[in-house]
């Protein structure tokens, strides 16, 4: 746990940093290094990471599918487990 009593964050980065048709590596790989470079900092803190993703056909970023009624899907890094995300 840290300084912050931070239990559980949600990386939520836009999806090219996932996957991009621009690219060629498929993504854009310089903010998917930072991206895991973030979450295994994390990690090593105690703190339970999550990343969010979606189809990038609902839109780019998380406020482009929240916009349009949709919620993203959940990964869990440590045990990859996949589950949707709920809004209580």
Not at 2 to 31: C, F, H, P
Request: proline share 2%.
């Amino acid at each position: 746990v840290s300084n912050w009593q931070t239990r559980k964050l949600a990386i939520a980065y836009d999806m090219d940093a996932l996957r991009s048709e621009q690219k060629i590596e498929g993504k854009n790989q310089q903010v998917f290094d930072h991206l895991v470079d973030f979450a295994k900092e994390l990690l090593q803190l105690g703190i339970d990471v999550v990343l969010w993703t979606w189809n990038i056909q609902d839109g780019k970023g998380l406020d482009d599918i929240l916009l349009s009624g949709k919620l993203p899907i959940e990964i869990d890094l440590k045990t990859r487990e996949r589950r949707p995300v709920v809004v209580a």
